[in-house]
């Protein structure tokens, strides 16, 4: 596990050699946050998106929601959703479970300035998701579509983190019990109603507050006790 | 603020004071927020030496303490912490999560720049919880003094209809009216009206034109019944009175016909109803008259509450009418028994002396007879006492559960035992029998001699000032009733973390001040009986500072004026008047209201508790 957390840095650097220079080359400048440093001084993105499947192949991003976290707290200031534009034609089912309508879709960003933005805004910080290989899978998708290059992202995956609170006290689960939903019921958060990228970040990064208070940590723990791991 | 986080907007947009932001302050006040999860156990703030801040409860519930484990409230979803907006909190206070919380903080130096100098919202960061009561109570006498506005024509409509043929001849119809003294008749067509006639339309149309009075009441008619809503207000009656140039309204509700409405009714609401009443009981032949008229009581209260009344007019007005009664009784069993062998004065006790009731309250009440008295004069003073309360019981004042009545022997009695009484209670005080008698030191004299009961005041109100036992008694009595630590989720919290499920606002709002105020003037000789008068005597003298009088006279209107409100809604609903408000009936203003009078009333009782060190008796 620390091999690959090495190897994360050293594949930051050795991307930003083949990175073209713009948006992907600006966000592996920064070094990714030191693994050993404390889990609350470090700056954490919560990051939830809404594509139109799970593939992230063939399927595409319909819209990013984002927030960050300071010192164990969730900045409302820097709350940001984005619908994105896209020229491919979006099914119908999926526009009724998210929302989105093909108005708001054609007045979105371009994909190009959304994964932009968001580069911008990961850069110096840790990737927070819920299910976090479907947000890393996307956006990794896109880099390549638009500069050629997939990057690496430290981040801290929710669901991972309950899966290994399960198993650390070998209680046997359903997968179900690892929702979103379902866990923030576990943890008396409150049920929201509204399901927009960016309720769905800020759900996650509540989901995530709760686990940390409910982590009994004598000293604050270090960044990579939560790093996810492939 | 992005469109996506109207979800955490709505939910502040619904808790005072910021459900009066327009909405792009809320938007504004939403982006400044920031989300905390403390863990049940877990210190609120988070982190020491944090910058005062404001907090509001998404989800859980926090623990207000002071001092170890004295818990001083509790908080739930939807609640706002201001306990960490000043820069200094008190030494001993802590905040406690004693649920998971989901908590909304947000810096207090930034709020007045967020809420654009909102002065509602700046006020409840900044103020005391005695300043905001008082803006809560002047905002309340603003609202009610358009009277006729809320009071509803279904309220106030005579109950009795009085209802003929339309075949009927015109003497009949007359003679009808005259018999039951009133202005108009309704002709009803099986269940249908199908005209209205009136005392004017019988000279005007009948008399002065010449026809003959065997005539049917058709006739004469009017066939276009202008009517009212019985949810329409006396105002609307009022515009439709005038504009139609008629002074009788039927009122119609659900199912039908209600009743009818005058121009008279109207004038009437302007307090002239106990007036009325008392009129009325001073004329009644009978017992069954006496306890028929009783039953307006609690109409009269609705009318006076809706016409935006407070405690001092309900109040008076209602003793007045209890007052009338007593004297009608009193007056019958004269009238049976001959005249008294000697002097005595009927007098009222508790709320009736303090021209403080409200509805039907129990009765209790007591005899002073004058020292003349002789052996056997008592059978008299007995026969009398009986009939007054068995008639007062009769009229809806319930017999005294704790037997303080004429009828007891122990409370009718001559002068100079009622002296030996007050004598012992200040001189050689028990707890005990204090507790029992300290509504005889709110004593009104209702029928008889006004000078028998003011010669056992004068030397009572001369020997209370002095006497630190019997004050630190009282005192401690007095203190058997607190407040309320305010409101958790749908319930009262009482103390220790323990539920109620209603809020008694007497014995837990009125009753603590009212003992207070008792105590005050006491303590400084004074005459006056009423609370309000009392506290308003007693206020600079060294029992009660200037503020902390007017302080429990807000407290005391606040809280005595949500009890009229929920007894009217009581009556209107043809339930009886009572003193248990569910909290879930609170709106979370009148909650935050509540929660700051009974700050006030703590916050004086500690200062009584201290005064008279009732720890050492």
Known sequence: MLSWLFNLETKRKRLLDIAPAGPLRNYLESPFPDKNSCLYDTAVLALDFET????????????????????????????????????????????SIHHITHDQVAQGQTLAKAVESILRQLQGKVLLAHHAAVEIGFLQQACKTLYGVAPVFPAIDTMQLARRRLERQQQPYKANQLRLFNLRKQYGLPAYQAHNALMDAIATAELFLAQLAHGNYRKPPPLKNFLLHP | MEIELQEIRDFI??????????????????????????????????????????????????????????????????????????AEVMPDFYVKATEDTLLYSIPCD????????????????????????????SNMQEQSSSNLLHTYAGDICRGELITASPDTSIRDSARLMSEHGVSSLILLDGDEPVGLV????????????????????????????????????????LLVMTREQVHHLPVFDDRGLKGIITTTDIMRQEGLSAVHLSSTIRKAPSLEALAEASKMLPRIQLQLTNMGADLRHVGFAVTAVTGAITRRLIALAEADLGPAPVPYAWIAAGSQARREQTSHSDQDNGLIISDKMQPGDDEWFESL???????????????????????????????????????????????????????????????????????????TLRKTPGSQLFLAHMTRNALTHRPP??????FVLVHDGQHDDTLDLKHSGLVPIIDMARIYALAEGLYEIGTEDRLRAAAGTPSLS?????????????????????????????????????????????????????????TMQATLEMRYHTDRI
């Open chain 2, 110 to 137: 930034t709020l007045p720049r967020l809420v654009e100098d909102d002065q509602s919202v700046l006020h409840f960061i900044r103020h005391s919880a005695a300043q905001r009561l008082k803006e809560a109570v």
């Open chain 2, 198 to 237: 009136t005392d004017r339309d019988i000279r005007k149309r009948c008399v002065a034109a010449g026809l003959a009075i065997s005539s049917p009441i058709s006739k004469i008619m009017t066939r276009k019944i202008t009517s009212l809503n019985a949810g329409e207000s006396l105002f609307d009656a």
């Open chain 2, 385 to 459: 006492a009986r009939f007054v309360n068995n008639g007062l019981d009769a009229c809806g004042y319930v017999y005294c559960p704790g037997d303080v009545m004429a009828s007891n022997p122990k409370w009718r009695q001559p002068v100079s035992v009622w002296q030996d009484y007050f004598e012992r209670w200040i001189e050689q005080p028990e707890p005990v029998a204090l507790m029992l008698s300290s509504i005889f030191f709110d004593l009104r004299v209702i029928h008889g001699k006004e000078k028998l009961l003011k010669k056992i005041r004068k030397h």
């Open chain 2, 485 to 490: 630590l305010g409101f958790f989720r749908d």
């Open chain 1, 52 to 95: 139109s499947g799970l593939d992230a192949n063939n399927d595409h991003l319909l819209s990013i929601g984002c927030i960050e976290l300071r010192q164990n707290r969730i900045i409302l200031d820097t709350a940001r959703h984005q619908i994105i534009h896209s020229k491919r034609d979006i099914s119908g089912e999926n526009i």
């Open chain 2, 546 to 602: 200037k503020g902390g009088s007017a302080n429990l006279l807000d407290a005391f209107e606040f809280i005595s004026n949500l009890r009229l409100e929920h007894q009217a809604t009581q009556i209107r609903e043809g339930e009886s008047p009572d003193n248990f408000m569910p909290p879930k009936q609170l709106s979370k203003l009148e909650r935050e209201h509540l929660k700051d009078a009974f700050k006030v009333v703590q």
């Open chain 2, 13 to 86: 947009a619904t808790i005072p004071p910021f459900d009066r932001l327009p909405k792009d302050v809320l938007d504004i006040l939403t982006s400044a927020l920031s989300i905390q999860y403390v863990r049940r156990g877990g210190n609120i703030p988070m982190e020491k030496d944090s910058a005062p801040t404001l907090y509001i409860l998404r989800q859980g519930a926090i623990s207000l303490y002071s001092g170890k484990d004295n818990l001083m409230g509790m908080l739930g979803e939807g609640d706002v912490c201001t306990s960490f907006c000043a």
